[in-house]
Every structure is written in structure tokens, then in C-alpha cells.
């Protein structure tokens, strides 16, 4: 196993050239492999590769319609699309409560708040961290990825 803190690009090219040296190695990563584009790099190279990532938030039915709209443009909300929709859905109803945008009227107006967004209902804990599930392994087999299931 090989671990990379990188991005997909510099990773896609450590697997390639690990396959054309004959290395079996399993190249193990973080969410920066969640885009198709690592796939792009790797071709079958890239098959068995790891990363770690949350639940894909395309899945969660509170977020259909704005995957729907994304998907009628050709987007796929993939990797942190999602999550920066969900981050503006925070600052909006965060701004809405305190009836300001400056920093200071938005802090105290997010603590003790739980936000409806596209990731699902969360709030931020007594450390500012959110309060959504944590991560799940992901796979890349056959052009895709998907969750580890055993």
C-alpha cells in the first residue's frame, strides 16, 4: 500500500507509472480522487485504488432536486460541488437570522443553529466542527467509484 496526500493528478500518474514498473501496490488517498478525472489519468491502472471521502452526497434524497438541476446542464455535482452548495445554503440562512453578512453577526448566528442544506440537517458542535456522519472508503472500479462494501 501507498498512501498519496495529493491531488488526482500527481496520484494518477504515481499509479501509472507503478503498473508500467509491474508494482501491485494499492495507491490509498483522500478526497482529492473523488473526480472522474482520476480515472481519465489512470485508465485500468487506476482499478482497486482507495481514497477516502463522506457519503456521497448525490445519494441523500434531500438533495435530488439540485442534483436533477445539475445534472440538466451536463454537470455532475461530483466531489465538493455539493458541499459548497451546502456551505451557501449555511451563509444564507445564517445571514437571514442575523439579519447582517459581516462575520461578526454571522458567527453567533451559526452556533446553536441546525441548517437544512443539501447534505442533510447539521449543526456545529461546541468546536465549530459539523455534526454530519464522517467518512466511508471508496473504490475505483471499472471507470467508477463507489463505496467499499466489505
Do not use: C
Not at 499509479?15 to 478525472?37: F, H, I, P, Y
Amino acid at each position: 500500500m501507498l498512501y498519496v496526500g495529493g491531488y488526482h493528478t500527481e496520484a494518477g500518474l504515481i499509479t501509472r507509472q507503478m503498473r508500467q514498473q509491474g508494482m501491485k501496490t494499492v495507491l490509498v488517498s483522500g478526497d482529492a480522487l473523488v473526480t472522474d478525472e482520476y480515472w481519465q489519468i489512470t485508465g485500468k491502472d487506476g482499478e482497486g485504488t482507495l481514497m477516502t471521502f463522506s457519503p456521497d452526497p448525490r445519494r441523500n434524497p434531500v438533495a435530488k432536486p439540485v442534483v436533477d438541476r445539475f445534472r440538466a446542464k451536463n454537470i455532475d455535482p461530483e466531489g465538493y460541488v455539493l458541499y459548497t452548495y451546502a456551505a451557501l445554503q449555511v451563509f444564507a440562512q445564517a445571514a437571514t437570522k442575523a439579519g447582517k453578512t459581516d462575520f461578526k453577526s454571522l458567527l453567533p448566528a451559526m452556533k446553536n443553529t441546525k441548517f437544512a442544506t443539501v447534505l442533510g440537517d447539521f449543526a456545529f458542535d461546541a468546536k465549530g466542527d459539523v455534526t454530519l456522519p464522517g467518512y466511508v472508503f471508496y473504490e475505483w472500479k471499472n471507470g467508477k467509484y463507489d463505496y467499499v462494501t466489505n
